[in-house]
């Protein structure tokens, strides 16, 4: 790590922890929330970044995101010196494209019916052969950096902590700092109904697919598939994976805003549509959920919150 630069623990914001009243006294449960809304870039994924930016030797960075991995990943090369490219499916948010742009980075768009993400990926890292290709959730350094928010959880008083899935940087992390800190908190990952491959997966016992890029809602979790390196974290550590219906999630994005006054993107929103799933399931335990992010259009937005 070059020693010019600050370290990922100096350069990170702390979660934010919030006890809303309104939320609890409507659940009748014991609920803190965990929000990464407030991070640089607005999600969990600036930890990831960073660590990685930090870390690699290469100046160049190449990577696919549907947007918040990307859009930190692209701060984080600002802050280190170094050159971004980023795919991006042209469904992305555009608040999100526009914000990798804002930081510097170069925005490929790929229509993914016709050229999926890790394609067009293999054919720029062609024409880059010096870059350092980074996926937003099957890598090293993004699971060590994902695991500072683990590092921050095993510091809390919780019997569990929901927390979104999609590519599984983030569970991954957080399972790897709650076991380094020997921590007994229960991990439960939230992951759409519409793309329930983690899900299947664990029920399997064996890693499976989404025949094409899920079409929810939450649009940080339209992941074909789970990562290999995540996987083996995720096969052995996490207790469930719970679906999550479209429906539950913008309910659960609703009443982020009208009771807990946070603004969280659909994908963000997964854990408590857990809960909304099942509510009496989590009946005198101390629950901890995790918002990822709080990046979303505000027309998407509006939509959301009626």
Request: with cysteine; net charge negative; glycine share 10%.
């Amino acid at each position: 790590m070059r020693s010019d630069h600050p370290t990922l623990l100096d350069a990170i914001r702390p979660t934010t922890y919030i006890r809303s009243s309104k939320l609890i006294d409507r659940l009748g449960l014991d609920i803190t929330i965990a929000s990464e809304t407030f991070q640089h870039t607005g999600s969990f994924k600036f930890r990831a970044a960073y660590n990685l930016a930090v870390s690699v030797d290469q100046t160049e960075i190449l990577t696919a995101s549907s947007g918040n991995f990307g859009q930190a990943l692209a701060y984080a090369c600002k802050l280190t010196g170094k050159k971004c490219t980023v795919v991006m499916p042209s469904t992305s948010a555009k608040v999100k494209i526009d914000a990798v742009r804002g930081f510097g980075a170069t925005v490929d768009l790929v229509d993914t019916a016709t050229v999926g993400r890790s394609e067009r990926v293999a054919q720029l890292s062609e024409q880059m052969p010096a870059a350092y290709v980074a996926s937003a959730y099957d890598d090293k350094y993004v699971i060590e950096g994902n695991a500072t928010i683990g590092d921050e959880l095993a510091r809390g008083d919780f019997d569990a902590v929901i927390t979104p899935v999609g590519g599984g940087g983030l569970i991954s992390g957080i399972v790897t700092g709650l076991c380094r800190n020997g921590s007994s908190i229960e991990v439960i990952g939230a992951e759409p109904l519409l793309g329930n491959d983690a899900a299947r997966s664990l029920r399997a016992g064996q890693l499976l697919a989404n025949e094409t890029e899920p079409t929810t809602i939450a649009d940080g979790a339209r992941t074909i598939s789970l990562g290999k390196l995540n996987w083996e974290i995720i096969k052995d550590s996490v207790a469930d994976i719970i679906e999550v219906a479209d429906e539950k999630i913008a309910e659960a994005v609703g009443m982020y805003f009208s009771l807990a006054n946070l603004k969280s993107e659909p994908t963000g929103a997964l854990s408590l549509g857990a809960i909304l799933n099942d509510p009496a399931r989590f009946a005198g335990r101390k629950v901890c959920i995790i918002v990822s992010g709080g990046n979303v259009d505000a027309a998407v937005y509006r939509g959301l919150i009626g």
